[in-house]
């Protein structure tokens, strides 16, 4: 069998090469009598020392010459390279021959610089923004030297490490080809991740453990393949929450009062108003979705070692004063006490905001004075209005949502955001009188307290548990 297998396996390994998959081929041959020794294991554990490369990613045969089929094997082989005689062991690596373990030790040791793509020790890390243990493997790593002397076997290099790191949440892409081309189980694909050049640490625990000792005894030498892959995860679970959320800080009394104020001087002055009051929404959209980008990217850019602790206790402590609030407000509302509501714009900016609505719809250059007027409303309510959108915000940064999910998940926020104000000025605009959609509100606005208070409790829940 093994005969048959000296002569099918370069085919096979040709073949498999044509597939792109890049492998040794490694035949050793050798002669023990000895029942409790194990030559093969032992070869591989200097195959792995001299060379660098992990024998259990090479296709390799191994070749007793003391029994009838190790010596018909050897003898084919003699007789396939026109070798007239051989030292034992003898190891063929793609095609070469190396003889004698001094032959290991020097000429293969010096040959396998070349298999791996150099002599710079490569580090693959993959990590995630706002992650404690990321910031602890970052931290191992900037402890490693800038370059280093590498022994294996009698050769003795200097390699300098080289670091590659790749944001998972900006390029998953590249995350899911290093766990697919390593065969990682999904339920590890976790960050902090390195990968070497045949070898993969994942978690930080590994990491801690092995990155050094691995690095010093070179199987960080050589190179790193990236290669490519499509895969855009917790795209629906992202943007349904955002959807929620949005919908449901639309409904504050602080930005539908705006809308209602302003639609009613619209429908007062009878002039274009429909299309100053798409002009007013779409700018709201705009600098809403402008201050979520602005955010999400400085929020991107923090330090990672403290953006997760602190990103935690400020959600904590925001959110439950928050809620808090709008636990008081729905108790209020409830008794019909709106004007002992607590969590709404403070009355000195309502009224300047008022007082902009009137002067600017009173302009004749109505539309831009329109679209002017919705980024100042939109800057001004965020602060009564922006509560979950900030929450929502910390979230994406926290459990890391590729770039792809953070904008779609924006955009699903803001649309939400807007729909209630949207369906509110069509109500209007349909004839429905602005006493009557006041009236409607204030009905539901304990209904509307309650749902912020435990979007804001299931987000600081959320954030300790995951």
């Known amino acids: 069998m093994k005969r048959v297998l000296t002569w099918i396996l370069p085919f096979l390994l040709l073949a498999m090469a044509a597939m792109g998959e890049e492998t040794h081929t490694v035949e050793y041959y050798y002669e023990n009598y000895c029942e409790s020794c194990d030559p093969e294991k032992d070869f591989a554990q200097d195959f792995s020392s001299f060379t660098g490369v992990n024998m259990e990613n090479c296709h390799f045969v191994g070749y007793n010459t003391v029994t009838e089929e190790g010596q018909q094997a050897l003898q084919a082989k003699m007789q396939a390279l026109e070798l007239e005689q051989v030292s034992l062991p003898m190891a063929i690596v793609d095609g070469k021959v190396y003889q004698g373990t001094n032959a290991f030790r020097g000429e293969m040791a010096r040959d396998a610089l070349s298999w791996g793509g150099g002599t710079n020790s490569t580090i693959v890390y993959l990590y995630t923004p706002a992650c404690e243990s990321c910031a602890e493997a970052e931290a191992l790593i900037e402890a490693l030297p800038e370059s280093l002397q590498v022994t294996r076997g009698d050769v003795t290099f200097l390699s300098r490490v080289d670091v590659t790191r790749i944001d998972a949440t900006q390029h998953p892409d590249l995350a899911q080809a290093l766990f ?163 969590n709404q714009l403070p009355q000195g900016l309502r009224k300047r905001l008022h007082t902009a609505i009137r002067v600017l719809t009173g302009k004749k250059i109505l539309l831009p004075a329109c679209a002017l007027l919705g980024i100042l409303v939109a800057a001004g309510e965020f602060l009564c209005a922006g509560q979950l959108y900030l929450a929502n915000l910390l979230q994406s940064v926290r459990y890391g949502q590729d770039r792809f999910v953070q904008s779609l998940s924006l955009i699903a926020y803001c649309v939400a955001f807007l729909a209630p104000s949207c369906i509110l000025a069509a109500l209007m605009f349909a004839g429905r009188s602005a006493n009557a959609v006041a009236d409607f509100m204030a009905r539901h606005i304990a209904l509307v307290k309650l749902l912020t208070a435990a979007m804001m409790l299931a987000l600081i829940l959320l954030s300790w548990i995951l």
């Not at 070898?199 to 690095?215: C, F, P, Q, S």
């Not at 992202?238 to 009613?264: D, K, P």
């Not at 299309?275 to 402008?290: D, G, I, N, Q, T």
């Not at 928050?322 to 636990?327: E, G, I, M, Q, S």
């Open 180 to 342: 697919d081309q390593r065969g990682i189980p999904s339920e590890q694909r976790v960050t902090p991740a390195i990968f070497l050049t045949d070898k993969e640490l994942i978690g930080i625990d590994r990491i801690e453990r092995y990155l050094a000792r691995y690095v010093e005894i070179g199987w960080a030498v050589g190179s790193v393949s990236i290669g490519d892959s499509t895969a855009n995860t917790n795209a629906p679970a992202g943007i349904a929450s955002a959807l929620a959320a949005g919908l449901v800080a639309g409904l504050n009394g602080c930005a539908l009062s705006m809308l209602l104020m302003f639609v009613s001087l619209l429908l007062e002055s009878r002039r274009h108003a429909v299309p100053c009051a798409v002009v007013f929404l779409a700018s709201k959209l705009a600098c809403y979705l402008l201050i979520g980008f602005a955010l999400t990217s400085l929020l991107q850019r923090l330090n990672p070692t403290w953006l997760l602790p602190a990103a935690r206790w400020l959600l904590t402590i925001l959110g439950g004063a928050l809620a808090a609030l709008n636990l008081w407000d729905a108790l209020r509302a409830s008794k019909g006490d709106l004007g002992g509501m607590k």
